[in-house]
Structures are given as structure tokens and as C-alpha cells.
């Protein structure tokens, strides 16, 4: 089996659903599953009336976390390819933030490790969230429910 | 904090500034005009009906600039030495960028003329462009820096899209460091707000033990904001790379603190 390709993307622009899609499957016909996951902008989080939203990274660790949460997922599950793009900067409601596509030869794989890399993505790469509400700005807490569902694996 | 426009009664004061000695001050300060991406188009070609629109929103701010104080009550009467509008088109964020910059030597500062500038700066483009667009927003006024004066100089502190350089891929260690041994310190996100300061550089020679711990108490002996450090959910890397107390420390590594992430 050749090496499992990983794509990872930190941008400001806005992305494409079906972006990485073609690289992942371009001269490939092992592949049987292909999952994608959206994280999209609430207009309802730790207040009621988020307005805008401001992500912050840490250029260089960022893209070095998510090409080793894309690695871990390839070690622990037959994926042939990764697909990680997220956005930094100033967001709207309703704006996608994160997509995940994970693919296999079957879709337990898939499934499962797409599950995995949002998990560790959410407690592990170096993002932090700053939530613009009606009421004034704060910086996101982070969740205990998220800490819990890293720990399942 | 007491606030020099109102005496021991509150009520509104004029500050006399009649002791003080004449000083070279300068401010800068910054608005936007948010529009519609055809406003911005039409702007930028000089098709508007009204004409040339940043010439004139220019001459309006420098004239106001100059009016301040029949503007403000409190505001003193300043001969200004200079002052400066300038635009910008951000065709990607769909803002016209207002800054004005104004100096002289004088015995008060020059902030409040800088933000009048601005504000009618950006007001102007807003008359000019509402033929076309009446949606626009005038948002963001604010100062950015002012120098000179007895409370010294201010920068406002930048809130980055992303915290320090480095382009994907790459790790960065940001500028060398004029002292030798030394480490470079980022604060990053909620925690560079808390401690007010998003990066600087310590002498190794000034840390007990060449360690995160040793890190951490070198700077809280040089600064007790910097005691936000101790609190177990900062979290560090040494050279982008997680790492705990123990970890050692060695010449011209970049050592981030943090709050816990929140991503995805």
C-alpha cells in the first residue's frame, strides 16, 4: 500500500466543500469511502448573539499539529488520505471554519478516523476563538465535553 | 486613574497647560468605511458622481483636523505643524482604511485631532458614495499610537490574525536576539492580552534554572502580571513543540505560552 496522502491548509479565504477531494482520489481506485465533516461559525455559543467570530493561530505549530493529527489517524486506521483545511480570521455566522475529509477502502475506517481528527484537532491544535456578541467580545472557553471526547481514544 | 477634564466637584474643566513645557508630539489614528464591493469599484475608478472622492474626504479631514477645537468643548486651540490623511482600499476585507496622522511641539497632545480627522474623513466618503450605497458603516474609529507628552509614549497593541511570523510549514524564531544567551517569549491569544505584551526577550543568564519553571519565575519576578503563567491551564511550547516545566531551555529557542485551544 503506498503512503497515505495528507493534505493540510491554513487559510484565511474561504473554502470550497469538494476542495482536496479530486487530489485525494486523483489515480486511485482503492478507495471505497470518502467522509467529510464541516465545522460551521454558531450564531448561538457561550452568548446568545454571536455577531463575528476571530481565529487566532500559531503559524509553523499550527500546520505541524494538524499534519501530526492527520498522521496519528493514518497509523491507527487504514485511511489512504487525509484532507485538513481551517480558517483563520474574522468569520460570520453561518461561515465554514473547518472541514475534515478522511478516506479508505471501507468506511468504518473512514468514519472513525474523521471522528478522531475533529476530536484532537478541538483540544490539541494551537486555535483560539474570540466570539464578537452584541453584548462584547471574549475569548472562547474551552470545554470539558471536549477534553472528554479526546480522551475516548 | 483620574480623568483631567473634571475637577474635584465633577464638573467639566479646561486643564491649564500654561506650566507645562513645549514638547514635539505626534498621534496617529485609524477608521474604516465599510462598503459595498461595487461602491468600492466605482471608488477606486473614480466614478462616482461626486467626483473625486478620497481627494475631497482628504481636505475635509485636514480641515477638521485643524477645527478640533470648536468641535470639542474641552479641547485647547492647537497650531499644528502637520497633518496628513490616507486611504486605502481593501477590496478583500470591502473597507476604505481612514489614517491620519497629526504633530506639532506644543504644550498638549494631538490625539483628539487626529480622530477628528478621521471621523470626518471617513463621514465625507460616507456623503460622497451614499448616492450609490446607503448601506456603509463607519466603524473602527480609534487611536493607534501618540508620542510625546508626560504619560509617555502608546501603541495601541495589535490583536494579530495570527500571533507572530512564520509562513506554513516553517518554524520560526522571529528575530535574533540582541542579547546572548537569550530566549525569545511569545503570549499568544487570551494570554498576551492578559499579560498585556505579545512577545519579548530574557537573557538565559537571568533564569535559576535553564527550564520552562525557571522561565516562568524570572518573569514573575521582573513583572507580578506575569503570575497568569503559574495557573495550570497555561500551557507551553518550546519551539512550537509542547512542553512542561522540566522541559530545558537552551540559547535562542522560542518558548509560547498559551490558554487552552479552541479550534475546530
Known amino acids: ?153 | 486613574m483620574q480623568l483631567t477634564h473634571l475637577n474635584t466637584h465633577g464638573e467639566a474643566n479646561m486643564v491649564d497647560i500654561g506650566d507645562k513645557e513645549p514638547s514635539r508630539r505626534e498621534a496617529v489614528a485609524s477608521g474604516r468605511v465599510r462598503m459595498a464591493p461595487a461602491t468600492l469599484e466605482l471608488l477606486g475608478a473614480g466614478e462616482l458622481p461626486k467626483g473625486d472622492v478620497l481627494a475631497t474626504a482628504r481636505i475635509a479631514g485636514i480641515q477638521a483636523a485643524k477645527r478640533t477645537a470648536e468641535l470639542i468643548p474641552l479641547c485647547h486651540a492647537l497650531s499644528l505643524s502637520k497633518v496628513s490623511v490616507d486611504f486605502t482600499l481593501d477590496r478583500d476585507a470591502g473597507v476604505v482604511k481612514v489614517e491620519a496622522l497629526c504633530r506639532l511641539t506644543e504644550r498638549t497632545g494631538v490625539e483628539m485631532e487626529a480622530l477628528t480627522a478621521v471621523s470626518v474623513a471617513c463621514l465625507t466618503l460616507y456623503d460622497m458614495c451614499k448616492a450609490v450605497d446607503k448601506e456603509m458603516v463607519i466603524e473602527a474609529i480609534q487611536l493607534e499610537r501618540k508620542q510625546g507628552g508626560v504619560r509617555g509614549d502608546y501603541q495601541r497593541s495589535r490583536t494579530p490574525l495570527v500571533t507572530g511570523d512564520g509562513t506554513p510549514g516553517e518554524v520560526s524564531l522571529g528575530e535574533r536576539c540582541e542579547l546572548s544567551p537569550c530566549v525569545k517569549v511569545k503570549f499568544l491569544a487570551e494570554l498576551r492580552e492578559r499579560v498585556g505584551t505579545s512577545e519579548l526577550s530574557l537573557s538565559l543568564d537571568r533564569l535559576q534554572s535553564r527550564d520552562v519553571a525557571g522561565l516562568k519565575a524570572a518573569l514573575i519576578a521582573q513583572d507580578a502580571s506575569f503570575a497568569v503563567l503559574e495557573e495550570p491551564r497555561t500551557l507551553c511550547a518550546i519551539n512550537q513543540v509542547m512542553a512542561n516545566d522540566a522541559a530545558l531551555i537552551t540559547d535562542e529557542d522560542e518558548v509560547a505560552f498559551f490558554p487552552p485551544v479552541t479550534g475546530g
Open chain 1, 1 to 153: 500500500m503506498s503512503d497515505p496522502r495528507i493534505i493540510v491548509t491554513v487559510q484565511e479565504a474561504a473554502f470550497d466543500l469538494d476542495e482536496g477531494y479530486a487530489a485525494l482520489l486523483e489515480g486511485r481506485c482503492d478507495i471505497g469511502a470518502v467522509v467529510g465533516f464541516t465545522g460551521l461559525v454558531r450564531d448561538f455559543n457561550e452568548t446568545p448573539e454571536v455577531t463575528a467570530l476571530t481565529l487566532e493561530h500559531y503559524p509553523g505549530m499550527t500546520e505541524r499539529a494538524l499534519g501530526d493529527i492527520a498522521a496519528q489517524a493514518c497509523a491507527r486506521w487504514a485511511l489512504t488520505g487525509v484532507v485538513i483545511i481551517h480558517r483563520v480570521g474574522r468569520l460570520a455566522p453561518g461561515d465554514p471554519i473547518v472541514r475534515v475529509l478522511a478516506a479508505s477502502a471501507h468506511r468504518r475506517d473512514a468514519f472513525e478516523g474523521c471522528d478522531f481528527i475533529m476530536d484532537i484537532l478541538k483540544t490539541r491544535a494551537p486555535f483560539w476563538k474570540k466570539e464578537h456578541s452584541t453584548g462584547g467580545d471574549y475569548w472562547v472557553k474551552e470545554r470539558e465535553s471536549d477534553a472528554r471526547d479526546a480522551a475516548r481514544w
